[in-house]
């Protein structure tokens, strides 16, 4: 198991970052809040969880320890995978999910695609009372890289839309509020469109 993956980044988009270290380069999965965190450095540090399942071995990486506890306690409730809770995460920081959670919140984990009624009930009775020493913060940080619009489509295709849908939502957003400048915020009212 590997605690974090410290090195130079090569590649990042919303959904995955490639980080070299002693000449290997580590593809990441990671989360809309940990892609907004990075920033434009180019030494980076993420915390890692292995999953391990027959027939692959995927990283996911976090900017803090705090996003991988969440991440963690997630995937550790029955019928949430690592890809639910990447999409939760994606779509809610740290944060947000600790108090959906903590005041029993069902209509904001509900705003997760992916996420039933049953499910958001789930998540709260089995995690309600874990999450008593979890403390973090979601500061969101301006990020350039490609363009606004390829960024948040290649995200949303990356977490299992369609191309046709998710750029229907997309360019009903960015119709919505063309000033838009995080790729971040547009990725997360286009999740809310879906």
């Given at each position: 198991?590997?605690?974090?993956?410290k090195?130079?980044?090569?590649?990042k988009?919303?959904?995955?970052?490639v980080?070299?270290t002693?000449g290997i380069?580590?593809?990441?999965?990671?989360?809309l809040?940990t892609y907004?965190?990075?920033?434009?450095?180019?030494?980076?540090?993420?915390?890692?969880?292995q999953?391990?399942r027959?027939?692959?071995?995927?990283?996911?990486?976090?900017?803090?320890?705090?996003?991988?506890?969440?991440?963690?306690?997630?995937?550790?409730?029955?019928g949430?995978?690592?890809?639910?809770?990447r999409?939760?995460l994606?779509?809610?920081?740290?944060a947000?999910?600790?108090?959906?959670?903590?005041?029993a919140d069902v209509?904001?984990?509900k705003?997760?695609?992916?996420i039933g009624?049953?499910?958001?009930q789930r998540?709260?009775?089995?995690l309600?009372?874990k999450?008593d020493?979890?403390v973090?913060?979601?500061?969101?940080l301006?990020?350039?890289?490609?363009?606004?619009?390829?960024?948040?489509?290649?995200a949303l295709?990356a977490?299992?839309f369609?191309?046709?849908m998710a750029?229907?939502a997309?360019?009903?957003?960015?119709?919505a509020?063309p000033?838009a400048?995080?790729v971040?915020?547009?990725?997360?009212?286009?999740?809310?469109?879906l």
């Amino acid at each position: 198991m590997y605690e974090f993956i410290k090195g130079r980044l090569i590649e990042k988009n919303p959904t995955y970052a490639v980080i070299e270290t002693s000449g290997i380069g580590y593809y990441i999965h990671i989360s809309l809040h940990t892609y907004s965190q990075l920033g434009k450095e180019k030494e980076v540090r993420l915390f890692i969880h292995q999953l391990v399942r027959e027939d692959a071995i995927s990283l996911f990486g976090f900017f803090d320890t705090y996003e991988r506890e969440m991440f963690r306690k997630l995937i550790g409730v029955s019928g949430v995978g690592a890809g639910t809770a990447r999409m939760i995460l994606s779509s809610l920081n740290p944060a947000e999910v600790y108090a959906a959670i903590s005041s029993a919140d069902v209509n904001t984990l509900k705003s997760v695609k992916g996420i039933g009624a049953k499910s958001a009930q789930r998540i709260i009775v089995d995690l309600k009372d874990k999450l008593d020493a979890f403390v973090g913060e979601a500061d969101i940080l301006p990020v350039q890289h490609n363009t606004l619009r390829e960024e948040a489509l290649s995200a949303l295709l990356a977490l299992g839309f369609s191309k046709q849908m998710a750029e229907k939502a997309l360019q009903k957003v960015l119709k919505a509020n063309p000033t838009a400048d995080k790729v971040e915020v547009v990725i997360k009212e286009t999740l809310k469109v879906l």
